[in-house]
């Protein structure tokens, strides 16, 4: 009788036992579930952006795009004073597709507002290759001189990397991220998230964002759309913002059924599209020497002969509300 009872004594410690296995077995299969449901929805935007931006280098530039020979597009930029909207400066965007198809195509953004920043880009048809450069134009010895910021060579999965921070040049090379927003197609991001209703998130390199260890340091950019404006059903409002060493920059991106940027708003500034001849009659001067910039453009065969247009200020002067 007592070897039955201890029989049966170790026969119940051993199925607690097992009990126990199983239980901490389950626990563990929860715990690993949830970590992986976790990852999965924190992830979810940056698989948006992969994926994002391997359905623009597979569909290419020309399907986006077309053959339209140029593109080009005049800003006004005002900033918030006590409550009012006064007018601090411009913006020109500018985009054209190469003479030969096959090179790509090329564009850049000016800015004035008490000086001149100026980028230009070129990207092949598939994104595979490209080139970035942006400059500061600073008076030296009386004259208006280009200082450079930054210049970026995409050459296959290779991004390598200049820029000019406190007087240094610093060098870098760096593997191109799944998620990596090329220059020149932020634009085409902004459509594709507006199009798939979606929450998506990249990679880029700012100009000013100093590398480390030897390796360019990207900043993340955050798309998510919102809702449509109360004007334009067809169009989107986007939530864009820009991740920097933890610091956030929010703005509000309006774009009109065709994918097109009609209005930006943040950080207390305000972007809107003008005319052509909206833009000539608040800043002449500017605008015949944009002119000369959009006259010229179709007839570029070769990126290296984009004109290099100094926008030096004199003359226009900003002003009102």
Request: aromatic share 8%.
């Amino acid at each position: 009788m007592e070897n039955t009872l201890k029989k049966e004594t170790r026969m119940s410690r051993t199925t607690q036992r097992k009990f126990l296995v199983l239980v901490l077995v389950g626990i563990l299969g929860v715990c690993v579930g949830v970590a992986w449901y976790m990852t999965v929805r924190i992830d979810a935007p940056t698989h948006q952006g992969t994926e994002i931006m391997q359905d623009i280098r597979v569909r290419k530039l020309l399907s986006f795009w077309g053959e339209q020979k140029t593109y080009h597009q005049h800003y006004l930029v005002y900033q918030r004073v006590g409550g009012k909207l006064v007018l601090v400066g411009w913006r020109f965007k500018y985009r054209g597709l190469n003479s030969d198809p096959r090179k790509g195509f090329v564009g850049g953004d000016i800015s004035w507002k008490g000086g001149t920043t100026r980028s230009s880009w070129t990207l092949t048809n598939g994104l595979d290759k490209g080139t970035y450069e942006s400059n500061f134009m600073r008076v030296v010895e009386g004259k208006y001189v280009p200082i450079m910021l930054a210049s970026i060579e995409l050459d296959g999965g290779n991004l390598q990397v200049q820029q000019n921070l406190k007087g240094q040049e610093l060098s870098t090379v760096s593997e191109i991220p799944d998620n990596y927003i090329p220059e020149g197609t932020l634009s085409l991001v902004y459509r594709e998230v507006a199009n798939r209703k979606t929450h998506a998130k990249f990679k880029m390199i700012f100009d000013n964002l100093a590398p480390v260890g030897g390796k360019p340091r990207f900043g993340a950019v955050g798309v998510r759309y919102l809702h449509p404006p109360k004007d334009d059903p067809a169009g989107s409002v986007l939530e864009v913002k820009h991740i920097v060493l933890g610091s956030v920059a929010t703005d509000q991106v309006v774009l009109d059924a065709d994918g097109n940027i009609v209005g930006e708003n943040g950080e207390g500034m305000v972007v809107a599209p003008v005319s052509a001849q909206e833009f000539a009659m608040v800043f002449p001067i500017h605008a015949r020497s944009l002119n000369g910039l959009a006259m010229t453009y179709p007839n570029i065969t070769n990126p290296d002969t984009v004109p290099k247009v100094t926008v030096d200020g004199q003359g226009d002067t900003p002003g009102g509300e």
